[in-house]
């Protein structure tokens, strides 16, 4: 599967941007999908998941201020970031979980490149 992830920019505290992933090819059933992001020197944590159904997960900083959706239609996922603060500055990360029912089935996890979102004070 691949992601293709659009959005980041340069803000300035309280100001907004919006996050795209759309993957494919369709015919892989995509489950559970989100946005993660990495600070230099530390491990990759999730910001926002939704799964297939449409139920949603933030991590507490965000609470509030993200809103992720989903088009399962087009197999795509946004991230709305309002409120930005300079902590939020960091490499944002598409990654979505997928199976293919066929013979042999397929499972896995694919990351879309990294997209930069800085936050000026």
């Known amino acids: 599967v691949q992601l293709q992830a659009s959005g980041g920019g340069l803000v300035r505290t309280g100001e907004s941007l919006r996050l795209s992933c759309a993957a494919s090819?369709?015919?892989?059933?995509?489950?559970?999908m989100g946005w993660y992001r990495q600070v230099p020197g530390k491990e990759r944590e999730p910001v926002a998941i939704?799964?297939?159904?449409?139920?949603?997960k933030y991590a507490d900083s965000v609470k509030g201020r993200f809103t992720i959706s989903r088009d399962n239609a087009k197999n795509t996922v946004y991230l709305q970031m309002n409120d930005l603060k300079p902590e939020d500055t960091t490499v944002y990360y598409c990654?979505?979980?997928?199976?293919?029912?066929?013979?042999?089935?397929?499972?896995?996890?694919?990351w879309g490149h990294g997209t930069l979102v800085t936050v000026s004070s």
């Open positions: 990654g979505a979980d997928y199976s293919y029912y066929g013979d042999p089935p397929v499972v896995g996890r694919s």
């Open positions: 939704t799964t297939s159904s449409g139920s949603t």
């Open positions: 090819p369709s015919i892989f059933r995509i489950n559970d």
